[in-house]
């Protein structure tokens, strides 16, 4: 929580400034940072689901070895063309 501080001299008012700045970069550049994270991840996940799309079926009763039975926690679902849509719509670059 903020809670309001009396600034007595100027001296002091110029140092609380001074860190108000910094803190404000630092910032800019964090968001910055996970605006960049988070094009990557679209982009990868992207990649992911076309690399889905065209992978070759496996004919019913040849399920290959290499992969873990249907309950595994790990599979992953293909997502509706709406979920897609919105995804894209969550990840719009930000005007600077």
Avoid: C
């Amino acid at each position: 929580m903020i809670t309001p501080h009396v600034i007595k001299t100027y001296d002091e008012f110029q140092q609380r400034t001074q860190e108000l700045k910094g803190s404000l970069r630092n910032i800019r550049a964090y968001v910055d940072e996970k605006d960049k994270e988070r094009v990557k991840d679209l982009e990868d996940w992207r990649k992911e689901q076309s690399d889905q799309q065209n992978a070759p079926e496996v004919k019913p009763g040849k399920q290959d070895k290499s992969k873990k039975s249907s309950n595994s926690k790990n599979q992953k679902t293909e997502a509706s063309p709406a979920e897609v849509a919105q995804k894209l719509e969550d990840v719009k670059p930000r005007n600077k």
